[in-house]
């Protein structure tokens, strides 16, 4: 085996070796990426929920109100 023949291998050997650090540093990146992406998600599930839940409850306030409403009237003889 020649020095040339020595350099080349190593030069080669050296990008194998950054190539897959890249590659590494990707998944570790993409990873951490999908983990953020569902908390987002998991955050703004629970948001819609919550708006869910304060609209319900002020459906069933005007609807309480309407009710008594209607049980005043009919209770006044209109």
Do not use: I, Y
Not at 3 to 16: A, G, I, P, Y
Not at 17 to 37: D, G, P, S, V, Y
Not at 47 to 75: F, I, N, T, Y
């Amino acid at each position: 085996m020649t020095d040339m023949t020595q350099v080349f291998n190593s030069m080669e050997n050296t990008l194998r070796l950054q190539n897959r650090a890249r590659a590494e540093r990707r998944a570790r990146k993409a990873l951490q990426e999908q983990k953020e992406f569902q908390e987002k998600l998991r955050r703004a599930s629970a948001g819609a929920l919550e708006l869910e839940r304060s609209a319900s409850k002020v459906r069933g306030a005007e609807d309480a109100v309407r009710r008594d409403q209607l049980m005043g009237l009919l209770g006044a003889g209109v």
